[in-house]
């Protein structure tokens, strides 16, 4: 069965430092991979998808980025982290098909302080 | 640019009643998805149903039904026998091809 992993699962932050959050799948291949943020008592707003290995569409320009350097690994990257960047994130994965059920991870808390 | 509405934050239910949660949505596209997710205080997204929009029949999973009303954009979640462990934040989610758009969310309650 497929499986997969955020890691950290809280993470507190200083604004201006650097963020890292990743994301891993197990048990399929050629998966689409998402980012996503929530906000505190508000809905889902997609960050990035990914269709393929260095394949990233970014949906909300911001200061963070995201990189795909394997097939099952999903990054979340920003060089210098805003309060703004405070939030939970969430990844996510679905077969290689538009329109498809997408599975979601157990998501990250970060704190901007 | 497609938008999903739940024009209801809150709402409660008896436990072992009925509790119907609303969302519409606004999409100029006739081919696409629609999703019921749940989510509890730990905060993983769950999926509890979906709805491919050719199909006219109503999706229905164990005690979770939808009524699918493609051409009023209306895509309400019927939840019948409600247990305490249906309290949770409920999001509605249309998506065409990889761009998936969340509702605001509801918040249901069941009371004992």
């Known amino acids: 069965s497929q499986t997969i992993h955020q890691w950290p699962a809280t993470l507190v932050q200083p604004v201006g430092s650097p963020l890292s959050l990743e994301c891993t799948v197990e048990?399929?291949?050629?998966?689409?991979l998402y980012w996503y943020r929530q906000a505190a008592g508000r809905g889902l707003q997609l960050l990035f998808y990914?269709?393929?290995?260095?394949?990233i569409s970014s949906e909300v320009p911001q200061n963070l980025s995201a990189s795909r350097p394997q097939d099952r690994q999903f990054i979340l990257s920003s060089k210098k982290l805003l309060l703004s960047d405070s939030g939970f994130y969430l990844c996510?994965?679905?077969?290689?098909?538009?329109?498809?059920?997408?599975?979601f991870g157990p998501g990250t808390r970060l704190l901007v302080l | 640019a497609q938008t999903v509405t739940q024009s209801q934050p809150e709402m409660s239910v008896q436990e072992a009643e009925t509790v119907t949660l609303s969302c519409t949505y606004d999409?100029?596209?006739?081919?696409?998805?629609l999703f019921w997710y749940k989510q509890p205080p730990s905060r993983q997204m769950i999926l509890v149903i979906r709805?491919?929009?050719?199909?006219?029949q109503n999706a229905t999973e164990n005690r979770f039904s939808v009524n699918f009303q493609k051409a009023a954009k209306s895509f309400s979640l019927k939840i019948s026998d409600s247990q305490l462990g249906d309290a949770a934040m409920y999001f509605c989610a249309y998506i065409y091809n990889n761009d998936m758009r969340f509702g605001a969310g509801t918040r249901l309650t069941v009371k004992p």
């Open positions: 996510a994965w679905s077969v290689l098909r538009g329109g498809e059920t997408q599975y």
């Open positions: 999409t100029s596209e006739s081919d696409y998805y």
């Open positions: 990914s269709v393929g290995i260095g394949q």
């Open positions: 709805q491919e929009a050719y199909k006219q």
């Open positions: 048990g399929t291949s050629n998966p689409n």
